[in-house]
């Protein structure tokens, strides 16, 4: 691929008006209030990097250094001339971009901060080198964005889109098949799209290539646009296309092929000639290199003490705003929550059943966990309680799970509203485990107000912060089981509770207002 940019290399290097050497000071003082700001953010910083090291639907992240790199390297030419005028809009979006930081500090939701990083560095070249430099290097850093650990949210969806794309094929191609969730049966064996077969890491790949390709290869906004389109498209078909391949081979060759190494090899060699023929096809509309007008004279850079006083002021914004999360995270009632359910003390405890669903959510500061007899059938109530939340320790986290052992295989996910005046909407998560069937019913409780979403939670933890009144929150998980379906389940589990989870929610309430 050819950048569109190496035509500027024949550009005047030099801008009337600059003053020589004030392109490397401008550099060297961006760099120091980059410095300042991965400091500043550094356990966020940590964490990405710890995401590439571990995750391996990021595992590109050091590539998107290089590209980024590479891509400024290659627009010296455009900037070597340029004055350097800091930019009080620059300061101003960087202000804004610290707030969200702040914002995302408090609630513990590592992806605002994260993001809000990469936009901080962006502001903090408009800050101080100014407007000019800042529409030059915009393209190049925007990549930054990929760097990011983000979209592992979206792989319970991608499962589910697998499993079913991969059921419609083999029933199209007369393959008896029964399905259950993400689980199906076929007469040659019986398989479980898991979290490898959903296939985050070609979508994420995909994209972060789709997005470099396009900006080096075209330069009409809309072709970039549908390339895009296409990056994120064809993985998701390519990824079903796999499925569907692995499945037949394991079918047609009686599970002799397609299992093991040869499962991963069909899958790279499939997504591999996706991607190639996707960049043989999309090179066919290659825009022509641009041809830019010569560079027009400027005024002079901006005095000395201007630009190190809005480069000491950049730098000082990030740590104003980090600091502001701290101190209102440390507002907090630091003493353990008493936690006591007291509506539930009247029920008959099994303290023999073990062989359930045991959800697990790290750090919580008090759990409830227990087996109760509820008209002759064992119901499992877990409430895990969190105050003083901070990353690693929250409520709302890729790290918790309802079912850690993977011993129950997961089969429908879906909302109950509300039905009576006591049940909030929840969300109904289906196991099966042989012949046995769990309902669980789940949802998140924040300061007396219930909801199902992950981001609902965050943004009720932040108002409530805000307004003086903690952060204390739990996870409400109820579960039933029946050997004849799910829906006999289900029945039990909305059963116990319409009778006893008003009295459970106004038990989160005393604990909430004994802490304050």
Avoid at 118 to 137: E, I, K, S
Wanted: hydrophobic share 50%; proline share 5%.
């Amino acid at each position: 691929m050819t950048s569109i940019d190496r035509q500027l290399k024949s550009a005047e290097p030099l801008i009337a008006g600059a003053r020589p050497g004030s392109g490397w000071l401008a550099a060297g003082l961006v760099l120091a209030v980059w410095s300042a700001i991965l400091i500043s953010f550094r356990s966020h910083v940590a964490m990405v990097l710890e995401a590439w090291e571990t995750l391996p639907s990021h595992a590109h992240g050091y590539v998107v250094l290089l590209i980024v790199g590479y891509l400024l390297w290659n627009k010296r030419p455009q900037l070597q001339g340029l004055a350097c005028r800091p930019s009080w809009k620059g300061l101003a979006a960087l202000a804004l971009a610290g707030l969200l930081a702040m914002l995302g500090e408090m609630v513990s939701v590592a992806a605002v901060v994260q993001f809000s990083i990469v936009f901080m560095l962006f502001c903090a070249v408009w800050a101080v080198a100014g407007d000019r430099v800042a529409r030059v290097t915009l393209g190049p850093l925007s990549f930054l964005l990929f760097a990011v650990p983000f979209g592992v949210e979206a792989l319970p969806v991608l499962m589910n889109s697998t499993a079913d794309a991969t059921v419609l094929a083999l029933r199209y191609t007369g393959v008896p098949v029964f399905q259950e969730g993400r689980n199906f049966v076929i007469p040659s064996g019986q398989w479980s799209v898991i979290e490898a077969c959903g296939g985050i890491r070609y979508l994420l790949t995909s994209v972060f290539i789709g997005a470099v390709f396009a900006y080096l290869t075209y330069t009409h906004l809309y072709k970039r646009a549908l390339f895009m389109v296409w990056a994120v498209v064809m993985p998701l078909v390519a990824n079903w296309v796999r499925a569907y391949v692995i499945v037949m081979v394991a079918h047609l060759t009686n599970n002799e092929w397609g299992l093991g190494m040869s499962h991963l090899t069909l899958g790279w060699v499939i997504f591999g000639l996706a991607i190639f023929a996707s960049f043989a096809v999309g090179a066919r509309w290659r825009d022509p290199l641009p041809v830019l007008p010569p560079p027009q004279p400027q005024g002079p850079s901006s005095p000395m003490a201007v630009v190190v006083a809005a480069s000491v002021l950049a730098a000082a914004i990030p740590f104003a705003w980090h600091g502001m999360a701290a101190a209102m995270e440390g507002q907090g009632d630091s003493r353990a929550p008493l936690l006591r359910l007291d509506v539930l003390t009247s029920l008959e405890q099994d303290t023999s059943a073990t062989n359930g669903i045991r959800p697990e959510f790290q750090g919580a500061r008090a759990v409830h966990q227990a087996t109760y007899r509820y008209k002759g059938e064992p119901v499992d109530v877990y409430v895990a309680y969190y105050r003083n939340q901070r990353q690693g320790a929250e409520l709302v986290s890729v790290f918790n799970r309802l079912e850690p052992s993977h011993d129950w295989n997961w089969s429908i996910s879906s909302h109950v509203s509300r039905n009576s005046p006591t049940v909030p909407e929840v969300r109904l998560e289906g196991y099966v485990k042989g012949d046995r069937h769990a309902a669980v019913y789940h949802f998140y409780w924040v300061n007396g107000t219930t909801t199902t979403s992950d981001a609902g939670s965050k943004v009720l933890e932040m108002i409530s912060r805000l307004r003086g009144r903690g952060d204390d929150a739990a996870a409400i998980t109820i579960t039933a089981y029946s050997t004849d379906n799910l829906e006999a389940a289900r029945l039990k589990t909305e059963a116990f509770a319409a009778e006893h989870l008003a009295g459970v929610l106004a038990d989160l309430s005393r604990t909430a207002e004994a802490g304050r």
